[in-house]
């Protein structure tokens, strides 16, 4: 048998890392994501493929997806359920498994799905699902919607991602699993399981105790994605008590779970490595949980997947390993001027097409387009640049015609947040005629690849510290599209002023409560950026923005990107992925 299909055949049956996560966005046919956090996911495991990382994924199916958001004339979202064949994706597995909530039994079978890396290694990807006939009818929404519900219903959700998950793998048959990979704390329980299984192993009359945690913790690994306290779950503790029983709750109590269930403070307590997604969302981490070890491994973005199809022409050209190695993306410097504008206006004028087919608006491929794209929160603060908007027309008459494209899903129940695109669609009647301005619906990843690429300039304006990374602006470097943005998340490290975009405002160290006039202070700082440097350069020094844009592609693409980033898992978190492979050849 050839090496490499004992290889491949070996490690799918016995995998060195289980990775959990509450959403993984693998194709845009499958609402099976919310935005960032699910599609980092699904280009971790693409990139596990990739590398032929022995790896096994566990979330949740959703059959009605996140959601379906609309629009209406004044800007108000509404969702609605996504409608789409669950079939056509997955092939359903006849194991089952089952978890007790409220002491009652759920039965939980599985739907797989293979993903296929460029050498032809295969990941397997399990969506659990409760949709039984078996099961109540209210248990058979759990894997409805994605964070739907109310805290009960997401507790109930975390008890079948996370005891239901070790369960179901144990019941395909994964015995060997050298590392559980917690991605964010909704997977957090699956320690429980884990406990679990370390007391039958030691006889199951025997107690848990503090010793039995200290001997799961080695197998756990924790990446925590954010700062903000509404990002950490947390449940009553007469609620958690009442949903796991008498015994996982003095399981619970074991691991430091008391007044209250701290998803984040468990996987905490009970993870041997930790991490933050970016040097400074580590840093701040460190100072949030003093009491762990928090290292800092940035995030990146599955090259491949969200380069646009002119600069996969260009790399494939110029650069024929990047798909295998994407720090080859270096030499992106050897490549002509005229050769990366071509690449960029073929994924502009698709974008743009897009934009007037849509929205009938106009847009002009020559026009300086900025784009800002990404979940709506208000701590992204997508209304920072419309702070002074006298001064913004004045900058669009006098300096430079610009237009602007934003995009963005805000949570069903985040009416902040659905008050915010309100007040962009009011401001986009304020600027008819200064400033041509869209707001496109139903962010994903689709249309993700299109805005990323196709805009000339990436807005970010996050109030810090509160970006814990981003990965919007890294998915537009890989088609050589420079950030504007404040100096937070992974943009503190990716920034070199003039060299691969620019900074708004000076770098913020971390607090917790915002700065008084922060807001003020970069509007105005984006209003000067905009007018002396960036519009500037884009119409008048040309060849300079495109160097802009080929030293993006050469040092944030080649960096910013998921093949660096797992590489790190392998080396610092998972840490035993060489004699791994040494054993099961050897065994073989």
């Not at 847009?363 to 701590?379: C, E, K, M, P």
């Not at 008459?397 to 069903?412: E, S, T, Y």
């Not at 998915?475 to 920034?495: C, F, Q, R, T, Y």
Request: aromatic share 10%; with cysteine.
């Amino acid at each position: 048998m050839p090496e490499d299909r004992l290889i491949t055949d070996s490690l799918i049956e016995k995998p060195l890392v289980a990775y959990f996560s509450m959403e993984i966005g693998l194709d845009p046919g499958m609402p099976t994501y919310a935005g960032g956090l699910g599609v980092l996911a699904g280009d971790t495991i693409r990139t596990a493929a990739d590398i032929r990382l022995p790896l096994v994924a566990v979330t949740l199916l959703y059959r009605s997806g996140h959601f379906f958001q609309r629009l209406d004339a004044n800007g108000m979202q509404s969702e609605e359920s996504v409608k789409w064949i669950v079939e056509d994706f997955l092939e359903p597995l006849d194991a089952r498994a089952r978890i007790e909530i409220e002491g009652r039994t759920v039965q939980i079978r599985a739907w797989r799905y293979l993903l296929t890396g460029q050498s032809g290694f295969q990941v397997p990807v399990y969506f659990l699902d409760t949709d039984l006939a078996e099961n109540s009818e209210w248990d058979r929404t759990l894997t409805g919607a994605l964070y739907g519900g109310d805290q009960y219903y997401r507790l109930c959700q975390e008890v079948l991602l996370g005891i239901g998950g070790v369960r179901m793998l144990r019941a395909l048959g994964y015995q060997q699993i050298g590392r559980f990979h917690l991605n964010e704390g909704h997977a957090a329980l699956l320690v429980m399981g884990l406990l679990e299984e370390e007391r039958g192993a030691q006889g199951a009359e025997r107690p848990v105790t503090a010793e039995t945690v200290d001997a799961v913790r080695p197998r756990c690994i924790f990446t925590t994605h954010t700062p903000v306290p509404a990002g950490h779950d947390q449940f009553p503790s007469d609620m958690a008590h009442r949903v796991l029983g008498d015994q996982y709750w003095s399981w619970l109590r074991l691991c430091g779970q008391d007044q209250v269930l701290n998803m984040t403070g468990l996987a905490l307590r009970c993870s041997r490595y930790i991490n933050g997604v970016a040097m400074k969302h580590g840093e701040l981490s460190q100072s949030m949980y003093p009491g762990y070890p928090v290292h800092s491994i940035t995030n990146g973005v599955h090259a491949t997947t969200w380069a646009a199809h002119s600069f996969k022409a260009l790399f494939d050209r110029h650069l024929p390993d990047w798909r295998r190695d994407p720090l080859t993306l270096r030499y992106a410097v050897g490549i002509t001027g005229s050769e990366i504008w071509e690449a960029h206006l073929e994924a502009k004028r698709r974008l743009i097409e897009l934009i007037n087919h849509e929205t009938n608006e106009g847009f002009d491929v020559n026009v300086l387009t900025i784009g800002f794209a990404r979940r709506a929160a208000t701590y992204k603060r997508m209304t920072l640049l419309f702070h002074d908007l006298e001064r913004l027309k004045a900058i669009a008459n006098q300096v430079g015609r610009i237009q602007l494209v934003f995009a963005g899903k805000a949570h069903p129940h985040d009416y902040e947040s659905k008050e915010i695109i309100q007040r962009v669609h009011q401001i986009h009647e304020v600027l008819r005629g200064h400033i041509p301005m869209v707001y496109l619906p139903n962010y994903d990843m689709v249309l993700a690849k299109v805005l990323c690429s196709g805009v000339d300039v990436w807005l970010n304006t996050p109030l810090p510290p509160h970006e814990a990374s981003g990965t919007s602006g890294m998915k537009a470097a890989m088609n050589g599209v420079p950030s504007l943005s404040v100096l937070d998340g992974w943009w503190i490290e990716g920034h070199v002023e003039g060299v691969t975009g620019w900074s708004i405002g000076d770098r913020v160290e971390a607090c917790l409560e915002p700065t008084e006039g922060m807001d003020a202070c970069h509007a105005a700082a984006l209003y000067d950026k905009l007018e002396q440097n960036v519009v500037p350069c884009f119409y008048k020094d040309r060849d300079r923005f495109i160097e802009i844009m080929r030293h993006t592609i050469a040092i944030n693409g080649s960096f910013f990107n998921t093949h660096r980033m797992v590489a790190q898992y392998m080396n610092d978190a998972y840490s035993v992925v060489d004699s791994y492979f040494g054993k099961v050849i050897q065994h073989e």
